[in-house]
């Protein structure tokens, strides 16, 4: 018998891609978010309160995936910013050749944001990276505040965490702070927000997020420009 | 529900090192699979098990190395493993630390039948 090492990521081949992807995002300037949840958390409304905010100026695009359906895109388009669904067909997350595959027709060059809504599931999605800046986790105030220790390879990886649908808290038994005591048990450093939908409650907040970080990456892209420069 | 994904990945990652070694036979393949990786070592297993079903690779054994986070403390540097997301450091009892990893999934080794042409193999070419 004989062991020889092997060296590597498991996912090699989305893996390659994703780098690709990161590459091409980052010579475009382009700052990418991959939102992800479980089914219902909210994550095509807080698109659709975020994209109807924005001046047509704004230059954003929208990938949304799905298991089935055009729902979502439909919902989305209605903003008049270009929006993409993605139909997996069956398969529970995005990856990153779908990515590469839905954006060949789009200009990235004539793009400041891309938002990928990933399909609606709170395990497999972390496994994929897609070329993004940054992941987001969304959690509405129905689940219960005991999923970032459930789940907790995506809270581990979010930089956010959007506590959406909080205009329920009345009418549900959701503890907000021992939600935040466990998402930052898994995740020290996360950023939290709390949204609500349908009353606009905390949109500033994330809006203002999405700015900075946006502006993050900006910065640090300049200086590993100019490092390399 | 994707660790089907996982296991067809690792298998290719099995196929691409055979044909390196001509005529030889791999017993066992080894992965690193972080806590917070997402995946479920014992679906792993039973995908894994599912797809070499009936196939040349039937008899394939999988191990898998399921590590905990890893944190750096900021006060001492020391690096310890992370239980029950306890970011505490053994060596000085600081709470400032910062994970430095826990999401791998990586190969870590093959195990072939040891034979003439596998040594050989080594050497050839693609
Ligand atoms: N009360 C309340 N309901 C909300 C809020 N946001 C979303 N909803 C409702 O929650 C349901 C699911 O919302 P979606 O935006 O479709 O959720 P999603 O995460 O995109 O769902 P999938 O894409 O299917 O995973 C809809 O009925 C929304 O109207 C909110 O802030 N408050
Ligand atoms: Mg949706
Ligand atoms: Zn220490």
Request: aromatic content about 6%; overall charge negative.
């Given at each position: 018998?004989?062991?020889?090492?092997?060296?590597?990521?498991?996912?090699?081949?989305?893996?390659?891609?994703?780098?690709?992807?990161?590459?091409?995002?980052?010579?475009?300037?382009?700052?990418?978010?991959?939102?992800?949840?479980?089914?219902?958390?909210?994550?095509?409304?807080?698109?659709?309160?975020?994209?109807?905010?924005?001046?047509?100026?704004?230059?954003?695009?929208?990938?949304?995936?799905?298991?089935?359906?055009?729902?979502?895109?439909?919902?989305?388009?209605?903003?008049?910013?270009?929006?993409?669904?993605?139909?997996?067909?069956?398969?529970?997350?995005?990856?990153a050749?779908?990515?590469?595959?839905?954006?060949?027709?789009?200009?990235?060059?004539?793009?400041?944001?891309?938002?990928?809504?990933?399909?609606?599931?709170?395990?497999?999605?972390?496994?994929?990276?897609?070329?993004?800046?940054?992941?987001?986790?969304?959690?509405s105030?129905?689940?219960?505040?005991?999923?970032?220790?459930?789940?907790?390879?995506?809270?581990?990886?979010?930089?956010?965490?959007?506590?959406?649908?909080?205009?329920?808290?009345?009418?549900?038994?959701?503890?907000?702070?021992?939600?935040?005591?466990?998402?930052?048990?898994?995740?020290?450093?996360?950023?939290?927000?709390?949204?609500?939908?349908?009353?606009?409650?905390?949109?500033?907040?994330?809006?203002?997020?999405?700015?900075?970080?946006?502006?993050?990456?900006?910065?640090?892209?300049?200086?590993?420009?100019?490092e390399?420069? | 529900?994707?660790?089907?994904?996982?296991?067809?990945?690792?298998?290719?990652?099995?196929?691409?090192?055979?044909?390196?070694?001509?005529g030889?036979?791999?017993?066992?393949?080894?992965?690193?699979?972080?806590?917070?990786?997402?995946?479920?070592?014992?679906?792993?297993?039973?995908?894994?098990?599912?797809?070499?079903?009936?196939?040349?690779?039937q008899?394939?054994?999988?191990d898998?190395?399921?590590?905990?986070?890893?944190?750096r403390?900021?006060?001492?540097?020391?690096?310890?493993?992370?239980?029950?997301?306890?970011?505490?450091?053994?060596?000085?009892?600081?709470?400032?630390?910062?994970?430095?990893?826990?999401?791998?999934?990586?190969?870590?080794?093959?195990?072939?039948?040891?034979?003439?042409?596998?040594?050989a193999?080594?050497?050839?070419?693609?």
């Amino acid at each position: 018998m004989n062991r020889v090492p092997l060296e590597g990521k498991v996912l090699n081949e989305n893996a390659r891609v994703a780098a690709e992807l990161r590459e091409r995002f980052r010579q475009h300037q382009v700052f990418v978010l991959n939102i992800i949840s479980s089914p219902g958390s909210g994550k095509t409304t807080l698109l659709e309160r975020t994209l109807e905010s924005w001046p047509q100026t704004q230059r954003v695009a929208v990938l949304t995936g799905d298991i089935q359906t055009e729902n979502d895109a439909d919902r989305l388009k209605r903003y008049g910013f270009p929006v993409k669904q993605i139909t997996t067909g069956g398969t529970c997350h995005l990856d990153a050749r779908m990515i590469e595959k839905h954006i060949s027709e789009w200009d990235l060059e004539r793009l400041d944001l891309l938002i990928i809504e990933n399909v609606g599931n709170l395990v497999c999605p972390s496994s994929y990276d897609l070329g993004e800046a940054a992941k987001i986790v969304l959690l509405s105030v129905t689940e219960g505040e005991d999923k970032p220790l459930k789940y907790p390879s995506i809270f581990f990886k979010s930089e956010l965490l959007v506590l959406t649908k909080t205009d329920l808290l009345p009418y549900v038994p959701f503890d907000v702070p021992a939600a935040v005591t466990n998402a930052r048990r898994v995740h020290p450093a996360m950023e939290i927000v709390r949204v609500s939908c349908l009353t606009g409650n905390g949109m500033r907040e994330w809006l203002t997020w999405l700015e900075h970080r946006k502006g993050a990456f900006l910065t640090e892209l300049a200086q590993s420009v100019a490092e390399v420069g | 529900m994707h660790e089907m994904g996982i296991a067809s990945s690792i298998l290719e990652g099995v196929a691409t090192e055979m044909r390196r070694r001509p005529g030889c036979r791999p017993l066992k393949v080894g992965v690193r699979i972080g806590e917070m990786a997402g995946i479920d070592p014992e679906s792993l297993r039973f995908a894994f098990d599912a797809l070499i079903l009936d196939t040349e690779l039937q008899g394939l054994g999988l191990d898998v190395e399921y590590r905990p986070p890893r944190a750096r403390c900021r006060e001492c540097a020391r690096e310890f493993d992370v239980h029950n997301f306890e970011l505490l450091c053994p060596g000085c009892a600081s709470q400032n630390a910062e994970c430095i990893s826990g999401d791998e999934l990586e190969f870590a080794y093959l195990e072939v039948e040891d034979h003439e042409p596998c040594a050989a193999g080594r050497k050839s070419p693609e």
